[in-house]
């Protein structure tokens, strides 16, 4: 485990930009943090990182973004608003694991039974100066 100190969004979009480097076909990624801690900042970093240069935004519709132009796709996923696993299922959420991109995802933990085995977790959390990013 390994802790990064941003003090700014700019600095969490380059960490993130530079984690992205890491990341192989297959690859979840759960975001952890509370409401507004920066999980999604992270999301348009990694996005970055990957060569993507469509805006990255908060997911509504489907609950799910899809990114094609990068070094590998893209799944965006917020499930905040997700009422069940049961309709996540329905609605295709574990075909985005298996279909060899990369999955990031916010609120996992309404997803628990849907989730990949082997998921990697970035933690971030807001601090006096900025936030924690743990990894
Ligand atoms: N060091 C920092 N890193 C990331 N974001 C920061 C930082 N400092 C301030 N912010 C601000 O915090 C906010 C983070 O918002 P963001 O939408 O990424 O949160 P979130 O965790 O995705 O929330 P939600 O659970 O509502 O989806 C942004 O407005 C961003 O500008
Ligand atoms: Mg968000």
């Given at each position: 485990m390994a802790v990064f100190v941003s003090h700014s969004e700019e600095e969490t979009l380059c960490w993130a930009e530079t984690?992205?480097?890491?990341?192989?076909?297959?690859?979840?990624?759960?975001?952890?943090?509370?409401?507004?801690?920066?999980?999604?900042?992270?999301?348009?970093?990694?996005?970055?990182?990957?060569?993507?240069?469509?805006?990255?935004?908060?997911?509504?519709?489907?609950?799910?973004?899809?990114?094609?132009?990068?070094?590998?796709?893209?799944?965006?996923?917020?499930?905040?608003?997700?009422?069940s696993e049961d309709y996540a299922c329905a609605l295709g959420f574990g075909e985005y694991f298996q279909a060899g991109g990369v999955c990031l995802v916010e609120w996992s933990e309404r997803i628990p039974s849907l989730l990949p085995a082997d998921c990697k977790v970035i933690k971030i959390k807001k601090t006096v100066g900025g936030r924690e990013i743990e990894f």
């Amino acid at each position: 485990m390994a802790v990064f100190v941003s003090h700014s969004e700019e600095e969490t979009l380059c960490w993130a930009e530079t984690f992205a480097k890491t990341l192989k076909a297959g690859d979840t990624v759960l975001l952890e943090g509370e409401m507004g801690a920066g999980k999604t900042v992270l999301a348009k970093g990694i996005a970055r990182g990957l060569g993507i240069r469509a805006e990255v935004t908060s997911p509504t519709y489907a609950y799910i973004n899809s990114y094609e132009e990068g070094r590998l796709p893209l799944y965006h996923f917020d499930c905040y608003r997700v009422a069940s696993e049961d309709y996540a299922c329905a609605l295709g959420f574990g075909e985005y694991f298996q279909a060899g991109g990369v999955c990031l995802v916010e609120w996992s933990e309404r997803i628990p039974s849907l989730l990949p085995a082997d998921c990697k977790v970035i933690k971030i959390k807001k601090t006096v100066g900025g936030r924690e990013i743990e990894f």
